[in-house]
């Protein structure tokens, strides 16, 4: 099955540096890759998604970018705010019928300082 | 509309006893999704419907986890015999079709076992 794998585990920027969270799948066949975000106590929140037919995708000072060769995907916040802290999940999904879940990563607790 | 919702928010159950989690999905969403989630760690995937049927059963821990859904809306996890390891955020998600990408997460039932 899917396994993904999310780095770093915790990260620390400074209030409007960038930062970046990586992840890596296996399955080839993985089509879709989501991100989502979760504050303390909240659920989590679909934030940018990217599918395999397209290598990058930027939603204001989110982006992601995808290099399905490598099996890799990553989340790039720009100028970071306060409100960015929280705990970051990526996510890959196959297409595959009967197998359409999504595999989580670990999670990265992002906490920028102000 | 109205998002996922679950029910209850908290369970406090003593070991041993059965408990049942509430889902109920976006309306008109035919796939629902249950995840686990331990105390700071990511999403674990346990089951999946697409209308009624479960396609992956693959997710579920032990034969002490069950779910259904019936008439395509509502579903519920049932875990019977609980143990303190059963102790987690179960969280629900819905899409408008297993074949959909984007998933909406319900806020989560905690469940603590004493």
């Known amino acids: 099955g899917e396994n993904v794998e999310q780095h770093p585990s915790t990260l620390s920027v400074q209030e409007g540096d960038s930062a970046v969270i990586k992840c890596t799948y296996s399955?080839?066949?993985?089509?879709?890759f989501p991100w989502y975000k979760q504050e303390l106590g909240k659920r989590p929140q679909l934030i940018i998604d990217?599918?395999?037919?397209?290598g990058e995708k930027k939603d204001q000072r989110i982006a992601v970018t995808l290099n399905k060769t490598a099996k890799h995907f990553s989340l790039h916040i720009t100028e970071t705010q306060p409100e960015d802290s929280a705990v970051y999940f990526c996510?890959?999904?196959?297409?595959?019928?009967?197998?359409?879940?999504?595999?989580f990563g670990t999670g990265t607790r992002l906490t920028i300082i102000p | 509309g109205a998002g996922v919702s679950q029910s209850p928010s908290n369970k406090v159950t003593e070991k041993g006893k059965d408990v049942e989690l509430r889902c109920d999905p976006i309306s008109g969403h035919t796939a629902l999704y249950w995840y686990r989630q331990s105390l700071g760690q990511g999403l674990e995937f346990l089951i999946y419907f697409q209308g009624n049927s479960a396609p992956d059963k693959s997710g579920l821990p032990s034969d002490r986890f069950s779910a259904e859904r019936t008439g395509g809306s509502v579903s519920t996890l049932t875990i019977q015999r609980t143990q303190q390891e059963d102790s987690a955020v179960y969280l629900c998600a819905s899409s408008l079709t297993a074949s959909s990408y984007e998933q909406y997460f319900g806020p989560g039932t905690r469940l603590t076992v004493t």
């Open positions: 996510a890959a999904r196959s297409p595959l019928r009967g197998n359409e879940k999504l595999t």
């Open positions: 399955d080839s066949a993985s089509n879709y």
């Open positions: 990217i599918r395999s037919n397209v």
